[in-house]
């Protein structure tokens, strides 16, 4: 019997030639990561107490992303406690202010195929993009594996998610991904794997790839996966990174749990409706929903290519009166890129306000946070109650095209009439 691409990785961090789903393994982490608001800070204490040294000061990789910048004193003491944690354990990879921590260890060529990465937090499993095993643990278990590198897993089954055929324009992975959660249920892939493949996902930039594998924790996956391919190996040794690029694949007749099999040409754009992100409906639905506030940005759609497509709708128009339009680039990387390329000028002729990147305002922590009665329109990948602020606001999601659109006409909106051509 063939292996799954996640049995394969598994097996291989696991020391053995061959494991299958159901098998409980002990594990060697190639990466741990953390981010200010659920690692050194809350950790710490029992770190500390079960010997306080590290299994291997390479393979840790902190990031602060959701106190920055702080908003309260409270984070701002978060912030500097994971800074100095990072000093003192003299941690050679710490990043801060450089965005969500998902997309800044992508940049910095921590994340390759193959590898087994396990962060304190739930879209870690966006890596899956680049065909890395990565999923989120808890806090408590990142302790465990501070101290020895490794943790148990049972070998998850596999849901191969294909979609072949050819978006159509206007429509995005962010599509592809909502209706597939929606099928899939926001629980229905737990303590599984989803595989995307077929010629649509072939087809995918490595940014709309890195959409998918985010988003695969809300049908409450382990991890999305991808294929690597020349798109993966291309974008890495742009980054700098010239070892490591292996790839791992499925094999032919390996088992899986479930096979979804869907035609992308027949896809519309999807928007996700409060309070699941299974709650998805095709946009002609919940055209027209007046909004406050729209949200461009975060680890799931907050790319240079999303920028882009935002700008090529907003270029020489304004947004809604009386709405509030937020881009938050999904890293530094990303913002110098968009200001190079004109992108951040559009985007503040139209009327929106550029912030640093930063995980604020997706999460509710910083600048952007919503009040009692308020909706948002957001690219980003959850809209449960109280996420963006108050637990009486109502959070959309869709792609960043319908994002744009929705702030042109301050409602939500069909990207589709304000693209003459498909843009990705
Ligand atoms: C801390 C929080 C807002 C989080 O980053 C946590 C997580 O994904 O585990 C999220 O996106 O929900
Ligand atoms: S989903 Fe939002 S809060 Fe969570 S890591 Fe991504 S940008 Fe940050």
């Known amino acids: 019997m063939g292996m799954t691409m996640s049995e394969k990785i598994l097996a291989k961090a696991a020391g053995h030639s061959n494991v ?45 992303d959701h ?26 990879y710490y990043y801060e ?3 969500p921590c998902h997309q800044v260890i992508v940049e910095h060529g921590h994340v390759r195929p193959g590898r087994l990465i396990l ?41 191969k998610v294909i979609w072949d055929g050819e978006l159509p324009h206007g429509v995005y992975a962010k599509d592809i991904v909502l209706k597939t959660i929606k099928d899939i249920g926001h629980a229905g892939a737990t303590y599984q794997t989803i595989e995307f493949s077929g010629s649509a996902i072939k087809s995918l ?27 993966v190996i291309e974008f890495l040794r742009s980054k700098g990174v010239d070892d490591g690029l292996e790839t791992v694949r499925s094999d032919e007749d390996a088992s899986y749990a479930q096979i979804l ?23 002609s639905a919940v055209e027209g929903k007046a909004v406050d506030q729209v949200y461009l940005g975060s680890c799931t759609n907050g790319r240079i290519s999303d920028l882009r497509v935002a700008a090529e709708i907003l270029k020489g128009k304004k947004i809604a009166k009386n709405i509030r339009c937020l881009v938050v680039p999904a890293s530094q990387h ?4 968009a200001n190079k390329e004109g992108i951040l000028e559009i985007l503040t002729e139209a009327g929106c306000i550029v912030n640093m990147p930063s995980c604020g305002a997706c999460g509710g922590f910083t600048s952007g946070v ?19 602020g108050s637990s009486e606001g109502e959070v959309y999601l869709g792609s960043p095209a319908a994002v744009a659109a929705t702030a042109i006409e301050g409602k939500i909106t069909d990207p589709r009439k304000y693209l003459l051509q498909g843009v990705r």
């Open 370 to 388: 919503i009040g009692a009665g308020e909706v948002v329109m957001s690219s980003s990948n959850r809209n449960f109650r109280g996420r963006m």
């Open 20 to 64: 299958k789903a159901g098998d409980i393994v002990w594990v060697k982490a190639d990466i741990a990561m953390m981010h200010d608001l659920l690692g050194p800070w809350l950790i710490d204490g029992g770190f500390r107490r079960l010997g306080g040294k590290l299994f291997d000061k390479e393979k840790v990789v902190v990031v602060s």
């Open 119 to 159: 962060g304190t937090d739930s879209h870690t499993c966006m890596a899956g993009g680049l065909g890395a095993f990565a999923t989120g643990i808890g806090s408590t278990e990142m302790i465990g594996v501070l101290l020895t590198g490794e943790t148990w897993m049972k070998v998850p089954e596999t849901i």
């Open 261 to 283: 099999h869907y035609n992308a040409s027949e896809l519309e754009p999807q928007v996700a409706c409060p309070h699941e992100v299974d709650n998805v409906h095709p946009i």
């Open 97 to 99: 202010f450089e965005g």
């Open 67 to 92: 106190c920055t910048p702080p908003a309260t004193v409270q984070q701002a003491d978060i912030l500097k406690f994971t800074r100095d944690w990072a000093r003192d354990q003299g941690l050679p």
């Open 334 to 337: 990303i913002w110098m890129e």
């Open 205 to 231: 930039s490595m940014d709309e790839r890195l959409v998918l594998s985010n988003m695969a924790v809300e049908a409450g996956a382990k991890t999305g996966l991808i294929e690597p391919d020349e798109t």
